[in-house]
């Protein structure tokens, strides 16, 4: 094999890694699961100071993002929510810790009065994560 051949196949690759920045697109749900007529407040942002701003998610309405990882980076997203007199902050995405338990590159967080609940694709079923 040629010398010019043995470097054509790795030149290819990598020009197809960097024509493409944007290795994995994922999504985040925040589902409201508080019941009655409980308003949950929410204000999520990542840790390169992207601030997907304040929200207010209504009873069984949601709020979610789309967000791509480029090759190099671990993105993570941490929410302040809210309601009634319950308030705290919670991590709700970090690539090493959720990319592969959510599933399809999809994090469903179910906010309940006593907990957030994340689905697991792997159990089929959503299992509690953070207390208030």
């Known amino acids: 094999m040629s010398p010019l051949k043995s470097y ?3 030149l290819l690759l990598v020009l197809v890694i960097f024509s493409y920045p944007h290795a994995n697109g994922f999504q985040v749900f925040l589902i409201n699961n508080l019941g009655g007529t409980t308003n949950l ?3 999520c942002f990542s840790d390169t ?3 997907l701003g ?3 998610i209504l009873p069984g ?3 979610h993002w789309e967000f791509s990882i480029s ?3 671990t993105p993570a997203y941490e929410c302040d929510m809210g309601y ?3 308030q705290n902050r919670f991590q709700v995405f970090e690539e090493g810790r959720d990319a592969i338990r959510c599933g399809d590159q999809t994090c469903f967080w179910r906010v309940d009065r006593d907990a957030l609940y994340l689905y697991i694709k792997e159990i089929d079923d959503y299992q ?3 207390s208030w």
């Open 128 to 130: 509690k994560q953070f």
């Open 84 to 86: 009634e007199n319950k």
């Open 41 to 43: 407040a929410a204000h």
């Open 8 to 10: 054509v196949l790795p």
């Open 61 to 63: 309405d949601d709020f």
């Open 54 to 56: 304040s929200r207010v």
């Open 49 to 51: 100071n992207e601030d």
């Open 71 to 73: 090759v190099g980076t």
